[in-house]
Structure formats: structure tokens, C-alpha cells
């Protein structure tokens, strides 16, 4: 190949290059299925208060500190619109906790109230509230059990077992695998 040659073809290929890596990421983030969250397994656990009934309103969320063996896992309860995957119903009000730990590589998720405002910062326009991870953007949709929606995750975040007694909710074990903790 000629010099003059390399000068036309050098830059196609990087060019080329480009678009194919821009197109699979598109497809990573957007499009490539993800898996639900399903039926957890559970794990029991000490038992932990998070909550009294009708503490929260619905679309609040409330973080908490589960003991483990190897320290303390970050999680959250919410209070949802309706039943969700894993979640617990009492009477009209439900429940859904879940790890704050980002299944992509660990970082802490927050709970997004404002889909609309979220939509600049994360470029991802939802219906509803979300997690969201502030590392690579990556969301979670609490409706669909903690199932990853947006970004690079694509496992879903690990969820806690709730149980009510009296007037008060507790956290009484976690789902396995704990990802990313515990592989998978
Ligand atoms: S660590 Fe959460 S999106 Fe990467």
C-alpha cells in the first residue's frame, strides 16, 4: 500500500471504528434485554426495623443499614404506587427494599424522585421514579422489582426481605446472589 494510499484509508477505518463502538454501545444501553427480577431466593437475617406503617408516602424512600457478616450493606425501602416483584403488600399500603449497591461495579445507588430533571442529568427519560447510579448513569425501576433499565448494568439490584409485625416493618434477610457481593 502507497503512502498516499494510507492517507485515505487511515482515517475511514477510524472513522468506522467509531460508529461501530457508538452503535453497540447504543444497543448496550438502550436496547440489549436485561434480566427481570423474578422470584428472589431469600436468605434469612437478623431482623432489622426499617419503618412503621403509613410512615412513609407513597414514592418516599428511606435508607437503612443492613448488618451482614462482612459489614453493613446500604439499602433503601420504598413505598410504591402498587405491589412490586419481591416486595411486601399490607393492606392497601407496599413496600419494596433494596440494596444501594450498583450491580455494574459498586457504587452507591440514590433514589431519583424527579424523572424529569433526572432525564438531563442521566439522558434517560422514565415515567416514574427511579434509582439512579451517579457513576455511569445506569437505572434501576423499583416497580419491576430493582430491575435495570438504563446504563451499563444489567442485573437487577438485589432485594431485601421485608416482614410486617404490628405497626412496624422489618428487614429480615436479603436476596442471594447479593450482587455484586456474592458473584453473578
Ligand atoms: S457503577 Fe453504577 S452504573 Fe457503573
Not at 424527579?114 to 427519560?125: G, H, I, K
Request: hydrophobic share 40%.
Amino acid at each position: 500500500m502507497k503512502r498516499r494510499d494510507l492517507v485515505f484509508y487511515l482515517p475511514v477505518a477510524v472513522a468506522g471504528g467509531f460508529f461501530a463502538w457508538f452503535g453497540v454501545r447504543t444497543y448496550n444501553l438502550r436496547f440489549r434485554p436485561r434480566p427481570e427480577a423474578g422470584t428472589p431466593t431469600w436468605k434469612a437475617g437478623p431482623r432489622v426495623a426499617v419503618a412503621r406503617l403509613g410512615e412513609l408516602g407513597v414514592w418516599q424512600a428511606r435508607p437503612f443499614l443492613y448488618p451482614l457478616p462482612l459489614g453493613e450493606l446500604k439499602a433503601f425501602l420504598l413505598r410504591l404506587p402498587e405491589p412490586a416483584p419481591g416486595g411486601l403488600s399490607v393492606g392497601e399500603e407496599h413496600y419494596l427494599a433494596l440494596s444501594r449497591i450498583c450491580t455494574h461495579q459498586g457504587c452507591t445507588v440514590n433514589f431519583v424522585p424527579d424523572p424529569e430533571a433526572a432525564s438531563l442529568l442521566y439522558n434517560f427519560r422514565y415515567e416514574r421514579p427511579f434509582l439512579g447510579c451517579p457513576c455511569h448513569f445506569g437505572a434501576f425501576d423499583p416497580l419491576l422489582g430493582g430491575k435495570a433499565v438504563y446504563g451499563p448494568p444489567r442485573f437487577p439490584l438485589p432485594r431485601l426481605r421485608l416482614e410486617a409485625e404490628g405497626e412496624t416493618l422489618y428487614a429480615t434477610g436479603h436476596e442471594v446472589p447479593l450482587r455484586p457481593m456474592e458473584g453473578g
